[in-house]
């Protein structure tokens, strides 16, 4: 018997993500499950919520973690506008030392943003926060494109 439970894969977790797009739930669903399995599946993770771009502005679709003020972002706003503004993925190892950083929860140490694209359109955004300082890697910005990419084929 294993000692410690395995980690789920990155290829797991995009392949529950890719069955819920491919099923006939409606996409508020699809999305509600992608922030789920993410939350469920990688310990690190405090945080986890989906934005949806409307006209200038991120809207807070679902999240799970501690409920957080920033429910509406301005493009250029916090890590999660500055994303949108640049088109780029952004990986903060420790938020403390930004001066545009827009705090969800005291804890919060290190964040990421993925952005969900459909071709040359930005959609919206994956966001998360970790209590843990540098606890996002080009790993997790490979598994949260995959999980975007998926995301995306719903709209
Ligand atoms: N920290 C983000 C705001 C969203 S919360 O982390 C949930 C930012 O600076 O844009």
């Not at 502005?57 to 920033?70: A, Q």
């Not at 420790?94 to 952005?115: H, K, M, P, Q």
């Amino acid at each position: 018997m294993e000692l410690c439970e395995q980690m789920t894969t990155a290829d797991e977790i995009v392949s529950q993500v890719e069955q819920m797009v491919d099923s006939p739930a409606p996409r508020d669903e699809v999305l509600r499950y992608a922030v789920q399995v993410l939350k469920r599946e990688r310990e690190r993770y405090n945080w986890v919520g989906i934005y949806l771009i409307k006209h200038d502005t991120l809207v807070l679709h679902n999240y799970l973690g501690k409920p957080t003020e920033h429910t509406h972002i301005p493009v250029g706003k916090g890590v999660c506008g500055v994303a949108v503004a640049e088109g780029a993925n952004q990986i903060v190892g420790d938020v403390t030392t930004l001066d545009n950083y827009l705090a969800c929860s005291v804890e919060t140490r290190s964040e990421i943003v993925v952005l969900i694209r459909r071709g040359m359109n930005i959609l919206g955004q994956i966001d998360i926060d970790s209590d843990l300082e540098n606890a996002f890697t080009r790993e997790d910005e490979a598994l949260l494109s995959r999980v975007a990419d998926q995301i995306a084929r719903r709209f």
